[in-house]
């Protein structure tokens, strides 16, 4: 019997973002986020790569938020390199609420351990547990975008997220406080020092690719030539035939 999800992860970003993926491979990044609860609500920003576990026919409306140029790789790939699917939480019911509230009060405890072995073991289990947040997203909630209305009441789990996270340990912030992120200048500082993490691909893990006009197939194909280290003729020629439009998608899939 066939799975109800494919087997293809896609990335969804500007034209200047996919010439970018295809030619570094993916860049991580912080991303802002708030899980709400039915008491509590916490709001952080992690770096993280998204993707969407979405079939080609349900890409029209995702598109429409989050850019017109793609990458789709398998999921042997996603599987290789650790990405995980978001559990989505609602924000009606108490279980974000609690989590929340166990990890601000086992935050108060720590100060209180004395003994050095101790509290490394307290931390480290601490720094697990809130590591869980880097994995939660609200079933539903206010979309909020840099450019455009906020849409309320936006399902996110019919994005099917998945996303890669780095190990805790491969950067000196993990998490940070909204309020150490609120202008484009503290972002890219931020992002600065997590530059050297990379989600890695080889050319054979890609399935498709997609850009926003016909007549940019020609453009894609020509960067591909120009980073040719990456991509031999003969993986050109396979990719050039896996090159899909917004246009295809919306009409034709």
Request: proline residues 4%.
């Amino acid at each position: 019997m066939g799975s109800l999800h494919p087997d293809i992860l896609f990335h969804f970003t500007s034209r200047n973002g996919l010439f970018g993926i295809l030619q570094h491979t993916f860049t991580v990044s912080y991303a802002r986020e708030r899980i709400v609860g039915n008491r509590k609500a916490a709001e952080f920003a992690a770096p993280m790569v998204s993707f969407c576990d979405l079939r080609l026919s349900e890409l029209k409306d995702h598109m429409s938020k989050y850019g017109s140029y793609g990458i789709g790789l398998s999921k042997d790939w996603a599987n290789n390199n650790g990405l995980n699917p978001v559990f989505y939480v609602n924000k009606h019911c108490s279980l974000a609420s609690k989590l929340i509230a166990a990890v601000e009060h086992l935050h108060k405890q720590l100060p209180s351990i004395s003994d050095g072995d101790e509290y490394q073991k307290a931390a480290t289990a601490y720094m697990d547990i809130i590591n869980t947040y880097r994995y939660i997203k609200n079933y539903e909630g206010e979309l909020i975008r840099k450019s455009g209305p906020t849409t309320r009441n936006y399902r996110f789990a019919d994005e099917r997220e998945w996303r890669y996270v780095p190990p805790l340990e491969a950067t000196l912030f993990p998490f940070v406080g909204l309020d150490k992120i609120t202008t484009t200048a503290q972002k890219n500082a931020l992002n600065q020092q997590i530059a050297h993490l990379r989600l890695e691909f080889e050319p054979e893990d890609i399935r498709y690719l997609i850009v926003e006009r016909d007549e940019e197939r020609l453009d894609l194909i020509h960067h591909l030539e120009t980073v040719k280290w990456r991509f031999d003729e003969g993986t050109r020629r396979r990719l050039a035939s896996r090159i899909l439009t917004a246009d295809q998608i919306e009409h034709d899939v």
